[in-house]
Every structure is written in C-alpha cells, then in structure tokens.
C-alpha cells in the first residue's frame, strides 16, 4: 500500500494521454479494493493531514471542525460499531435524511463498510422518502436531529415510524457546547444521538470482515423528476474506480485543497469531494449544513479561497452565476479547477466567470447510473461546444435506437445518437421489489456493457462529448423532432441570457410547438419578442424557432441544481389551456397538474362543460372537470 507510484498514478497531463494510459489494464494499476480501504489506507499514508474542515457556517469561517486522515478513520471505526451493533451487516441498508455536517462524513463511510449507504433528499415528498426507505430495507435510520434541522428530524421521525425501523440515531450541528435536548422516545424504536453513542465505541478496527468489491457499497436515489424516485445500486469497484478516474488528472496533488458544499445525498459530492480526496490525501473544506444555499457563503467565498488556499471546488453553474457578481476581496491566485456540472452551462455565466476571476470553468457531464462523472473538459485545451473527454476506461458512443425494434447501430464519429458508454464504473442495477423478491435489476439500461444514458450526444474521435439534449425532451411539432438545445443554445449565445430552457406546449394543430423560459442579466430590458425574433434567427432550422419566449425570475431547478423541466411544461401546458378557454370565462380557474410526472389539465365544472369537452379534447393531453357533479 504504497504512496503514489507510477503505475497509480500515470501522467495525465492533457487530452492526447488517454491512449497511452490505456495501455495498462485499470485492474493492474493497484487500487484499493473498496471505500473502506481508501479510508484505512489515507490513515496509514497521511495520519497527520488534515482530512477535512466542516463550517459551522460561512460568517465563522475561521473556526471550522478539523479532522486528520487518522482521525476520520477513529471515527469511521465507531460509527461502524455502532451500526454494526445495531444489527447492520453486509448488503444491509442504512437510510441517512440529513443537511450536511461534520458527524455525516464519517457517518456514511462507515455506512459502506458494514452495509450499504442510502441517503435520501430531506427535500423528498413524504410519500416517496417511506417508499425509497421501504425499497432499500434500511432498519437503522441516521436523520438530522433536533437541533441541526428541527423539520428534518420530524420527517425522519415519521418516515421511521411508518417502515418500521428499529433504530433513529440523530446528528448533531457540526460545532456546540450545548448540551442536546431530550430525544423523545419512539414505540419498539431505539433513539439516540451518534455522538453519545460513539463516545464508547470501538475505534481501531471495523467490525467485522472488510467489503469486497462487487459488494454493494451505495443505493443512489436518482429519477425523481417523473414520479417515485429509483434506487441505483453501486458497488464498491464502481466507486472506487469512478473516484480514481476524478483523481487521475495532473491538474491537483495531493497538496491541492477542495471546497465542497453540495448535498451529500447528491454522487457529486459523494465521489468529487469525498472518495477522490481520500486517494490522493487531499485536504477538503466543506461548507455549512445550508451549503451553497447558505447567503453568507457568497459574500465571503473569496475570503475562504484565500485563507484556506482554494484549489478546486464543484458547484453547479448557478452558483457561478452568482459568484461571478461578487466583487474579489480575496487572493484567489491558488483557484485552478472550479468545476461546473448537473445542469447546461450559458456561456454568459462562463465568461461572467472567468471575466471575474480570470479561471475558466471546467465542465463536466455524468449520472448516477455511472456513479458520478464520465467526462471532464481541460481547462488549458478547452474543446468548444464540449462537456469535455471521456475519463479513462470508460468508453463513449452515439447510437442509433430503431423505434420498432429497439436494435442499436453504432454511429460514425461526430453523429447524433443517443449516448451509450461502458466502462468499471456501470451501475449494478435499480433495486426492484416484485414477486420474486427484493433484487437488483438494469431495466433495459444497460446492453452488453453499454449503459444508455437517455442523453442525444456526438462523440469525436478523440473522445471528447458534445451534449444534444435528452432524447426524451425532444418537442415533436407535427411529427418533427426538435431538439430543444437548438433553441437553448440559440437563446443562450444572447450576451444577456444567463439560463434558457426550450420544453414543448401543447398545440391543438401540431402536437405541440416549441416554447422557451429564459432568466435574463440585472438590469436587461430586453423583450419576450426580441428574444423570440433572436431565437429565429439562430436557431438551425425554422420549426425550431419558440412559439413563445417568456422571461422568468430563475429556471425552477432540483435540489442538486438541474433544470426541473416537468415544472416548465406544466407552466406551459396551464397556458395552453387557459389559451384555449378564453372564450369559456373560465381560463382563470384552469390549473395544470403534475401527477407523477405527467401532466392533468383540470377546469371547474361549470355550464359550459360542453364547450371544455369540445375545445380540451382537441389536444394531445389528459383532463377532467373537478368540483360540483353536474
């Protein structure tokens, strides 16, 4: 278990040395065998680095909570003894609600060394967080408590009791010298607080035998934008190889320092700013429990780059959005890797930015399905349109999907297909609960190795991705099909529209035509009807050009920052709607809901009811009348 050896640790230094890299097989470059062993092998290597630095919150960023790689591995340890005492064992789940804090880091370490780390997104739908809890297993929960997030520890506490779990522990804020509250007790649950119950635990060793890697490590909720979110099962050679494929660039060494503030429920901040530290002994300093929606952030962030010497950070590009209006107060001389991801990057926002700050953004493009990143761009040789090149071992290709058949045909170089890649860091499958019982399952995902990402994409030969959209975004006017990044990127190439998202509204004639929503610079005065006329004249072909361009204070987003379309077509199927009973008095009361992922139109009961079923049934859309029965 040596430092970092050649055969570690390559030169990766640019775009031209993934051929060479590739020479050697990934599995005889010696990496560790699962999490676990990235965590006891950072101990052993650099006991005395600091590991990590958690924020109370940003106004007191000069009083973070430290941890050195020996340290995090103690605490690994005790919270593993816990679990494990706790009746957690391999292939067991354990649901974690929570924000972000100190005890969490280790937390979830410990989580994938006994069982199997299954966070959920304190921000879920009640109904949803009980079925993903149901799906998993999980008996042992780990929520924020009380005093770190009052309504979260409610939630969790009614998600525990509803799966019936046989244990709720609490974690506590990052810093306090408070005693905790009284933890009310639950019927047949055991509750307690994590800190108190590993004051007493065991700290040199894991309880038990350590992972292997085709064990289990992480269920990922992921496709909660259309109904009940999925569980993607990863293993621990997913994690592990998907973490060394981030770390493998020259870009950072290990004395290179990392800000981190997204949710850790979200595989960013799970393989970005924890896995691939720990291979490299890298130093990560995270933001409070409110991360980058926390307000005091922004306003000392360059503070916090320069006093903690920044080197590279993961945000999403609205944050970029607002960093690049924050005046420099700081020494940002050591920022060399901000990378940006999750959602489309405008090109105002890019050269905002780096106008700002004089560093590029670095974008980059993955899902869950593949653990977490398939491309990164090159900061120093940018290749324009891209999200970057594919990482090493994974392969990337475009494909042509017969509707009919379902039947694959692999696309030249440069040609739109739907993205297929394949490498060590495929998911497992989807947890699925049916008549044969609780199993893993790849739903048609994955083809031979290959994983269908759902995404349309032009592959060059030297690997580097060019994002076309989702094929199921795609606007179908009349039978033809738009893509809506011809109207995003038309919308975006306007120096002052800082987001656009293109989405198809319902047309009694066409199907549906196309629409756009756009959130402007401070200040703009531009118009709807400019910014449809520029739409016209730059999009490639003239059934692109958006119906309608409407302009909104900011583009509805999901907790981890992508553009949450359903909510879009939702605001543009309402419009139709009330378009179309203008002349029924009743376009006022028209309402479009979202009901897992589709969309219901539903109008009022009224004298005119013959007229809505008249005009409704025209479109291509699910309705009915609500109220009084007739």
């Known amino acids: 278990m040596g430092l970092v050896t050649d055969k570690l640790w390559p030169q990766l230094s640019g775009p031209t040395d993934l051929g060479e890299i590739e020479r050697v097989a990934l599995s005889e470059r010696g990496l560790p065998a699962s999490t676990y062993e990235l965590v006891r092998r950072a101990a052993e290597v650099w006991p005395?680095?600091?590991?990590?630095?958690?924020?109370?919150?940003?106004?007191?960023?000069?009083?973070?909570?430290?941890?050195?790689?020996?340290?995090?591995?103690?605490?690994?340890?005790?919270?593993?003894?816990?679990?494990?005492?706790?009746?957690?064992?391999?292939?067991?789940?354990?649901?974690?609600?929570?924000?972000?804090?100190?005890?969490?880091?280790?937390?979830?370490?410990?989580?994938?060394?006994?069982?199997?780390?299954?966070?959920?997104?304190?921000g879920l739908a009640p109904e949803h967080a009980i079925e993903l809890v149901r799906l998993s297993?999980?008996?042992?929960?780990?929520?924020?408590?009380?005093?770190?997030?009052?309504?979260?520890?409610?939630?969790?506490?009614?998600?525990?009791?509803?799966?019936?779990?046989?244990?709720?522990?609490a974690l506590r804020p990052t810093t306090t010298s408070q005693a905790p509250p009284a933890l009310e007790p639950l019927e047949d649950l055991e509750v307690a607080y994590l800190d108190e119950r590993m004051a007493d635990a065991e700290a040199a060793a894991l309880p038990g035998p350590p992972p292997a890697s085709d064990d289990i490590a992480s269920y990922l909720?992921?496709?909660?934008?259309?109904?009940?979110p999925k569980l993607a099962a990863r293993t621990h050679a997913n994690e592990v190889s998907n973490a060394w494929m981030i770390a493998a660039r020259d870009i950072l060494d290990q004395d290179s320092v990392m800000f981190a503030a997204l949710p850790l429920f979200h595989t960013n901040a799970l393989l970005v700013t924890v896995l691939a530290p720990l291979l490299k002994g890298q130093h990560v300093v995270w933001g409070g429990p409110l991360g980058y929606r926390d307000p005091g952030l922004f306003k000392n962030f360059w503070k916090i780059v320069e006093h903690y010497r920044i080197a590279a950070m993961s945000a999403v590009p609205t944050v970029y959005s607002v960093l690049a209006e924050v005046p420099l107060d700081g020494d940002i001389s050591t920022l060399k890797l901000p990378i940006v991801g999750a959602a489309p990057l405008p090109p105002a926002v890019a050269n905002a930015f780096e106008a700002r700050t004089g560093v590029r953004l670095c974008e980059g493009y993955g899902l869950t399905e593949g653990t977490c990143a398939s491309a990164f761009s090159w900061p120093d040789t940018p290749r324009h349109s891209t999200v970057g090149q594919r990482l090493p071992y994974q392969e990337a290709r475009a494909v042509g999907i017969d509707e009919a058949t379902g039947e694959w045909t692999f696309l030249p170089d440069g040609e739109v297909g739907t993205l297929v890649m394949r490498g060590p860091n495929i998911f497992a499958g989807y947890l699925v609960r049916d008549d044969v019982g609780t199993h893993l399952r790849l739903d048609g995902k994955v083809k031979e190795g290959w994983l269908d990402t759902g995404d349309l994409a032009a592959v060059d030969a030297d690997g580097f991705i060019r994002l076309a959209g989702r094929a199921k975004d795609l606007i179908i006017r009349g039978g033809h099909n738009i893509d809506p990044a011809w109207i995003e990127d038309a919308l975006l190439e306007h120096p002052d529209v800082t987001a656009a998202a293109a989405v198809g509204r319902p047309d009694a004639h066409a199907g549906e035509v196309p629409v756009a929503f756009v959130t402007l610079t401070a200040g703009s005065r531009l118009t709807p009807d400019e910014l449809a006329a520029w739409a016209t004249q730059h999009v490639p072909e003239r059934a692109a050009a958006p119906r309608h361009v409407q302009i909104i204070d900011e583009i509805p987003l999901t907790s981890v920052g992508k553009?949450?379309?359903?909510?879009?077509?939702?605001?543009?199927?309402?419009?139709?709607?009330?378009?179309?009973?203008?002349?029924?008095?009743?376009?006022?009361?028209?309402?479009?809901?979202?009901?897992?992922?589709?969309?219901?139109?539903?109008?009022?009961?009224?004298?005119?009811?013959?007229?809505?079923?008249?005009?409704?049934?025209?479109?291509?859309?699910?309705?009915?009348?609500?109220?009084?029965?007739?």
């Open 48 to 122: 005395d680095r600091p590991a990590t630095s958690v924020l109370t919150e940003a106004e007191r960023f000069l009083a973070p909570r430290v941890r050195t790689f020996a340290d995090l591995a103690d605490e690994v340890h005790r919270a593993a003894d816990i679990l494990f005492g706790l009746g957690v064992r391999r292939g067991d789940a354990v649901a974690v609600i929570s924000v972000n804090c100190a005890q969490l880091l280790p937390l979830l370490l410990a989580a994938e060394s006994v069982g199997i780390y299954a966070p959920i997104n304190p």
């Open 221 to 228: 909720h992921t496709g909660g934008t259309t109904g009940t």
């Open 563 to 630: 553009q949450y379309k359903p909510e879009l077509r939702r605001r543009a199927a309402e419009q139709a709607a009330r378009a179309a009973l203008t002349e029924t008095g009743l376009a006022d009361a028209v309402r479009a809901v979202l009901i897992d992922g589709a969309i219901e139109i539903h109008v009022p009961r009224s004298d005119s009811d013959e007229e809505v079923r008249a005009v409704l049934s025209q479109y291509a859309w699910t309705w009915k009348l609500t109220g009084r029965e007739r």
């Open 137 to 169: 297993g999980a008996a042992v929960i780990v929520a924020s408590g009380p005093e770190l997030a009052p309504d979260v520890w409610l939630h969790a506490r009614a998600i525990a009791e509803s799966t019936g779990a046989r244990a709720l522990l």
